[in-house]
C-alpha cells in the first residue's frame, strides 16, 4: 500500500523524479564532490514538507526522487533546490566565501516527472542506474 500523507485538509500521494545536470553535461561529479552533493541534497531536503525518497549521484547527472505537498510548486521546489546546492557546492568543495550567485554549477533546465503508482519501479531504476550505465558503456566498447 502506498503511504497516503496528510495535513488537516488534503491528502496526497505526490512523487516526483528528478533529474538535475551539470553545466554542459561535463563528467565531474566524483569522488568528494559526489559525497558533498548527495549530503547537500540531503540537507535541503529536511526543509518542511519536502521528503528525499532515493536519490543517486552519477558522473554526469544526478537522480532524485521526492515527495512534494501540494501547496508546493514543483518548479519552485525544483529551483530552490539547484540554486542552493549549487551555492553550497561552490562554498563546500570549491572554497568560494562570496559572490558564488552567478557561478555556474547546473545546467538551466531539468527533467522532472510524476511517479504515481510506479514508485518502486523509479526508486529501483535510479539505484540501479550506474550498473546499466556501465552495462551500457561496456557493449559499446564490445560494438566497436
Not at 533529474?19 to 549530503?39: E, T
Not at 537522480?63 to 530552490?80: D, E, F, K, R, Y
Request: charged residues 25%; proline residues 4%; glycine residues 8%.
Amino acid at each position: 500500500m502506498r503511504d497516503w500523507q496528510s495535513q488537516s485538509h488534503v491528502r496526497w500521494y505526490g512523487k516526483y523524479h528528478m533529474v538535475f545536470v551539470p553545466k554542459y553535461r561535463r563528467r565531474v561529479i566524483d569522488g568528494q564532490l559526489r559525497r558533498s552533493i548527495g549530503r547537500i541534497i540531503r540537507e535541503l531536503c529536511q526543509q518542511p514538507g519536502v521528503e528525499l525518497v532515493e536519490g543517486h549521484a552519477m558522473p554526469d547527472h544526478v537522480h532524485v526522487c521526492l515527495s512534494i505537498p501540494p501547496q508546493c510548486s514543483v518548479a519552485n521546489t525544483v529551483g530552490m533546490r539547484k540554486g542552493t546546492s549549487a551555492i553550497r557546492i561552490h562554498r563546500a568543495c570549491l572554497g568560494r566565501e562570496r559572490n558564488c550567485t552567478g557561478l555556474p554549477c547546473w545546467a538551466r533546465g531539468s527533467c522532472v516527472s510524476t511517479v504515481g503508482l510506479d514508485a518502486q519501479v523509479i526508486r529501483a531504476y535510479i539505484r540501479n542506474q550506474e550498473q546499466e550505465e556501465q552495462r551500457q558503456e561496456e557493449l559499446q566498447l564490445k560494438g566497436l
